[in-house]
């Protein structure tokens, strides 16, 4: 079932990510199929923000 989520709960995950990748930085390496990972998954996200509003 579909639950409704509401843009501060879409804002605060992604200010979690970011924090997170921060500290995942500085503190061990990811792996290249890691960062991939991450990569496609931003892209998409990026890709959904950048959709014309119809």
Known sequence: MYQKVNRSEVLNKMGHVYE??????RT???T???IEDIDQHLSQIIEVLNQPNY
């Open 20 to 25: 997170r990748f921060q500290f995942l930085s």
């Open 28 to 30: 061990r390496s990811l």
């Open 32 to 34: 290249d199929d890691q």
